[in-house]
Structure formats: C-alpha cells, structure tokens
C-alpha cells in the first residue's frame, strides 16, 4: 500500500438531505482526511464546480446540484486504530438509544469526540468505522473529552438539521451529575457569568468568567452532600466550552479531579476514595424525535468509578 490514496474525479448529485448544507462542510464531509485549508483552496481555484459553474465557500446546496469533487490527494488511514481498538469495538455496547435517524450513545471518559490535537481518531471517527455502511454520522453536539456520558449522532443530515434547531432554540434538555468541593448553598440554583475562550500558544483552551466574553447560563440543584463534597446536578442552558466546569469554580465549588479548572488538595482527598478522573457525567438528554415529534429522554448510568466513589464516599 502506498502512503496516499488517490481520489478520483466525482460527480455527486445532491439528495434532498443535503439541502442547505453549504458547499465547504459538504466537502469536508466528503474529503476526510484532507486539511481544511486545502478544501478551500480548490474552492478559490475554481476546481470544485456546482452545475459545471465556479462557487463560493458559503453557497447553499440545492437538491439536484451536480457538485464535481475533483482528484484531491488523502492520507490514507487504517480502517480501526490499532492502539485502541478495544475501546473503538466497545462503543457498540455503550449504545443506549438508536432507530433509523440518530444513536444515543454513553461515552467513555478519556475518548474524544473527534480526531484533533494530534489524535487521529475520536468517537465519530471509530463510530464510522464501525457503522461502514451509515454513512452521514455526525456529530450533534459534543462532550469534553474527560467527561462521559450521553451524546447524540445524527444518521441523516435532516435529522441533523432539526436537532441543531433544538439546540439553537434551546428546548434540548441536558443534564450532568458533577461531584464539587465544598458544601453548595441551596439557593444557588443559577449561575449566569460571561465565558471568553483563550486559546494557548500550546493549542490548550482555557475559559474564564469576564465582561468580555458570551452570555453563558447554568442551573444547579443539590443530589447530595457528603462531608466534604457535594454531587449537584447542573443543566446548562447555553452550550459555551468548559462551561458547567467554569461555572462551578466561579460558585467556588471546583470539580472533582478536574486537570484544568480544579483543586489539587480536593483532588488528592477524592484519589484517596479511588476517584481518578474528571466527575462530570452527562446522564440525560431529552429532545425531541425529529420525526415523529415524541419527546425522547435518555439516561446513561455512571460507570463503575463514579458510583464506588460515591459508595465510598456515603460510608
């Protein structure tokens, strides 16, 4: 096998799916693998055509669109990642909620949403892998990469459409189980403090409450208190980077074990009862079915090193 694959010249027809869908996420849809930037530049070169005419990044696709996606030169990727195919393959039992339109899964803590950073692959990658013949998997919305919990996979780019239509609306309801420092006062039920995102000459993000930044809001609700700790259930109503965890050091209530955001003297103690990750889980999603208009609540269980924390913890 050589390096690199060659890709040949398409057509593509545009479906009804695709409606809608500019042209520059289309072919990064289409062309995995290639850089963003080259994407572009065959854009502005002129050699991706749509009804044999020249376009712009930002064009809408109309359904019967002849889109022609020239040779374009793609690293070539092995079908699994070996260094963790394990945990790829156990994805199909994470699986907590799927019909013809979307997945609902329960992801591990540790795995990334998508390759970046220097990973090649993250959940979407090694779900597509696995699902070979789905191929419109995307993403819905995304989780940290230190937390688990629900996340959502749309199977049709209509199903896509109309969940990020929930999500801009904000009538999809998220909700997290968090373990924070300290006791939480009963009448913190909600938080709203402006979140800027900095992003480090390393490549990290880091987010911080300032005036600068964009309106971010999260509700609280005390679970249970422990002697020195406190599991709160946090639902936030925007969606912002880091922002239950950004939130919760704002209140004065740092996450357990959080690498970024939290207290090294709590996270020791919490080490102590056999916590050794972020404790931030999202346990349910409620939105509503794209096609049938029900409204679908699913909950994802903690996995076996949250609950014996909180075992160990209630003893």
């Not at 930037?37 to 991706?48: A, D, H, P, Q, T």
């Not at 374009?72 to 994470?94: G, H, I, T, Y």
């Amino acid at each position: 096998m050589s390096e690199n694959q060659q890709i040949q010249v398409r057509w593509v027809t545009i479906e009804a799916d695709y409606a809608g869908q500019r042209i520059d996420n289309f072919l990064l849809a289409q062309l995995k693998g290639v850089p963003k930037s080259l994407v572009y530049r065959i854009v502005r070169k002129g050699e991706v055509r749509v009804n044999k005419k020249r376009c712009k990044p930002d064009y809408k696709l109309q359904e019967g669109d002849q889109v022609r996606i020239p040779p374009v030169r793609v690293a070539e990727r092995n079908p699994l990642p070996s260094a963790k195919l394990d945990q790829v393959q156990a994805l199909n039992d994470q699986v907590l909620y799927e019909d013809d339109l979307l997945i609902v899964l329960n992801k591990p803590a540790g795995l990334a949403v998508h390759g970046g950073s220097g990973l090649q692959f993250g959940l979407i990658e090694s779900l597509r892998s696995l699902r070979p013949d789905a191929k419109h998997l995307e993403l819905v919305h995304r989780l940290d990469r230190e937390t688990s919990g629900c996340i959502l996979i749309s199977k049709r780019r209509s199903a896509l459409r109309s969940l990020h239509e929930q999500l801009r609306e904000k009538t999809m309801d998220k909700h997290y189980l968090a373990l924070v420092r300290g006791h939480w006062q009963e009448h913190v039920k909600f938080i709203a403090a402006p979140l800027l995102k900095n992003t480090l000459k390393s490549g990290e993000r880091v987010v911080r409450v300032d005036t600068a930044g964009k309106p971010s809001e999260t509700r609280f609700r005390v679970k249970q208190k422990y002697s020195n700790c406190t599991l709160v259930e946090a639902s936030p109503i925007t969606g912002r980077t880091h922002q239950i965890r950004v939130h919760a050091l704002h209140a004065g209530h740092p996450i357990a074990c959080d690498p970024k955001y939290g207290d090294q003297v709590f996270a020791a103690a919490m080490n102590e009862v056999g916590l050794n990750r972020l404790f931030l889980h999202a346990h349910k999603l409620t939105f509503r079915h794209p096609q049938s208009d029900k409204m679908i609540t699913v909950e994802a269980p903690l996995d076996s090193t949250l609950t014996n924390t909180l075992k160990r913890l209630q003893a």
